[in-house]
């Protein structure tokens, strides 16, 4: 399961973007647009960008679909101006964008501490099938985490989240 993303140089100045899916943004409310302007800005990156996104990874479903992306682009605009950045330079960079970037960035197994920047790398996982099953709802994580009791016991926290799913947030 893997969104397909493919950044072009352009004449023109800025960012734009465009994706098979009608209700994402392809504004600055886009962190795929967030990420390539906070390149461009830092660096001073020559002319514009645009951004095509074909999503297959279900939007709203706690998969990081839209981190993995913002991270899809740092990497490839690294590359595509030869920055020589290191992944935990592009990790320090990812963090402005969303918890979850730096992680996307590293890539593999870890255990994520504070909002998800501190990463401790572990073991892969053991290769077994994977059934992702996504109900009709739409849950962002960011609705999510600002009502989770951190301190409770995790079936405690899986109970309140499945309560605010039900409800629709």
């Known amino acids: 399961l893997f969104d397909t ?3 072009t140089r352009t004449s023109g100045a800025g960012v734009t973007m465009e994706t098979n899916r009608h209700f994402l943004p ?5 962190l795929c647009v967030r990420a390539a302007k906070l390149m461009q800005e830092e660096f001073d990156l020559s002319g514009g960008l645009h951004i095509r996104l074909f999503k297959r990874i279900p939007v709203a479903a706690g998969m990081a679909g839209g981190s993995s992306d913002a991270a899809a682009v740092l990497f490839g605009l690294n590359r595509m101006y030869g920055l020589g950045l290191t992944r935990r330079e592009l990790m320090r960079r990812g963090v402005s964008l969303g918890a979850d970037v730096p992680y996307c960035v590293m890539r593999g197994t ?9 990463l401790r790398p572990l073991p892969a996982m053991v290769k077994c099938p994977v059934l ?4 009709p ?7 999510m ?15 309140g989240c499945w309560r605010h799913c039900r409800r629709g947030i």
Do not use: C, H, Q, Y
């Open 137 to 143: 709802i739409s849950v962002s994580r960011r609705s």
């Open 132 to 135: 992702v099953a996504k109900p």
């Open 26 to 30: 392809v504004d600055d409310n886009n």
């Open 5 to 7: 993303l493919e950044i």
């Open 145 to 159: 985490s600002g009502w989770i009791p951190w301190n409770s016991r995790p079936t405690r926290i899986w109970m």
């Open 110 to 118: 870890a255990l994520a501490e504070g909002i998800g920047e501190k």
